[in-house]
């Protein structure tokens, strides 16, 4: 399961950073790798050719598990992000 962070109001972005800092620091006793990855979901998600970022990601080596997450970032609209008209 590779878990996710989003802005809600009741929660306060203190909790997020502690959230990362804990992780970091069990990597560290653990020797493991952490990868991490800060995406602006509203610009993203409205100004990104879809099929082109599938390719640019697969030429980087991305792809299996981790390609289908962030195909499913964009594949269920009723968790985009909106824009208030």
């Known amino acids: 399961m590779i878990p996710s962070a989003v802005f809600i109001p ?3 972005h203190a909790d997020h950073i502690f959230t990362l800092q804990q992780i970091f620091e ?3 006793e653990y ?3 952490v ?3 800060f995406i602006e979901l509203e610009k993203a ?3 990104v ?3 082109k970022l599938w390719g640019v990601l697969q030429k980087y080596g991305v792809d299996g598990y981790l ?3 962030v195909k499913s970032l964009y594949s ?3 968790v985009c992000p909106c824009r208030e008209s």
Request: aromatic fraction near 20%; include cysteine.
């Open 76 to 78: 269920y609209p009723e």
């Open 49 to 51: 050719l879809r099929e």
């Open 26 to 28: 069990k990597s560290w």
């Open 35 to 37: 990868y991490t990855c």
């Open 10 to 12: 009741a929660v306060a």
């Open 67 to 69: 390609l289908l997450v």
């Open 31 to 33: 020797a493991k790798d």
């Open 45 to 47: 998600y409205y100004r």
